[in-house]
């Protein structure tokens, strides 16, 4: 069984914790850069972006007919209570146990604001999404990681991840599930066994935000009975709403005030609230996105094995692909009008990650990859 090397682990916290490590911080992201599509001589209609993993149907009819209708000249509600108590229901949480966001990424840098102080500690599991780091520097706390290896595919010994909480004692824990950029998707058990170890007086944040276009969902929401697990969704993935910006967090009453009370007035808008509540109506839209990602997924797969590329098994909407020079294909699709991640930013600079698309959008990008493999 893959595990997670203590020493390596006490290594990687050493040379990432001090302050002069400070220029490593990583809040590159996936996503089109008008500046570099401006430097290319194309545009944003030009390209096909595998760099976000959202649902590749787009928005859904409902969330573009809500948009259209939004009050644009009044005030939004402050409290966003009319998408509380749509979430409420669907999620099965008292309203006063949801927070909305402008985009997920406002709520961790929220919670890491309401729970962190300076030099309080933090442990994130890694190599994961850059903006914990980001939040938890800014926040000015002490972060330490628990960091997956390349040879143990990325997997987490939760033996070990267990005893590194309770040897670190962190004041939060972030555990990013299903994990961007690796696809690793924890079972209820393994994040139970984190959740104990964190202990009562911490909190494990389970970003959940890639759990709906997983293969296996499971429901994290009863955590939330343990009082020191708090769930954080993105609705910018499933539901196709990155422009938009709006994530949530569920979580004890207490743990969403405190955040709560950091919060700009009006951060969420008026489109963003109209546009979420038609999003929770249209379920079935994200069913549609589930069977197109499962037949791309298989299709990508199998193109990327007759490539000799080797591609980890992932449970959800996108796959982290070995390609050599991550830095150099990406720049080479680029020149082909496709946008991939390239995966240095997380320390992997050998890895692409790769978006599940529509089949006709991936045919595209394995012929391209293809050439870009044989001929550059
Ligand atoms: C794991 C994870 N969480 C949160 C976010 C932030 O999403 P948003 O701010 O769009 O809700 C991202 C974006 O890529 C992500 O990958």
């Not at 961790?108 to 442990?123: E, K, N, Q, T, Y």
């Not at 490539?307 to 080479?332: E, I, Q, Y």
Request: net charge positive; with cysteine; glycine share 6%.
């Amino acid at each position: 069984m893959w595990s997670l090397c203590l020493a390596c682990w006490r290594r990687g916290t050493q040379s990432v914790a001090s302050r002069g490590s400070r220029a490593e911080v990583s809040t590159v992201h996936g996503g089109l850069d008008d500046a570099e599509l401006r430097a290319h001589a194309i545009t944003r209609a030009d390209v096909v972006d595998f760099s976000s993993n959202v649902n590749p149907l787009g928005a859904s009819r409902l969330a573009r007919e809500a948009a259209a209708k939004a009050d644009l000249s009044s005030y939004p509600d402050r409290e966003c209570l009319l998408l509380r108590e749509a979430l409420s229901a669907r999620v099965g949480v008292g309203v006063e146990q949801l927070m909305i966001g402008n985009g997920s990424t406002e709520i961790i840098h929220l919670l890491a604001r309401a729970r962190l102080r300076p030099r309080s500690r933090c442990v994130i599991f890694a190599p994961t999404f850059g903006e914990y780091q980001a939040a938890v520097d800014l926040a000015g706390a002490d972060v330490r990681f628990v960091r997956a290896s390349e040879a143990n595919g990325f997997n987490w010994s939760i033996p070990t991840a267990v005893r590194a909480i309770e040897t670190l004692r962190p004041a939060v824990a972030f555990l990013c599930n299903p994990n961007n950029p690796t696809g690793v998707y924890l079972d209820e058990d393994d994040v139970r066994d984190l959740s104990s170890a964190v202990g009562p007086d911490a909190l494990l944040v389970l970003d959940a935000s890639y759990a709906p276009l997983a293969d296996d969902e499971w429901d994290a929401t009863p955590l939330l009975s343990r009082g020191n697990v708090a769930l954080l969704r993105s609705m910018t993935k499933d539901h196709g709403l990155a422009g938009v910006r709006l994530g949530y967090l569920a979580a004890s009453a207490p743990v969403v005030e405190a955040s709560r009370r950091l919060q700009p007035a009006w951060g969420v808008n008026a489109v963003a609230q109209a546009v979420g509540i038609a999003a929770l109506e249209d379920e079935a839209h994200v069913a549609a996105a589930r069977r197109v990602i499962r037949d791309s997924k298989a299709y990508l797969y199998a193109q990327l094995k007759a490539m000799g590329v080797p591609t980890l098994p992932s449970a959800t909407n996108f796959l982290l692909a070995r390609v050599g020079d991550a830095t150099r294909v990406r720049r080479a699709l680029l020149r082909r009008r496709l946008v991939v991640r390239d995966c240095t930013s997380f320390r992997l600079p050998a890895y692409i990650r790769i978006a599940v698309r529509r089949p006709d959008e991936c045919a595209l990008l394995t012929r391209a990859l293809r050439d870009v493999l044989t001929h550059e």
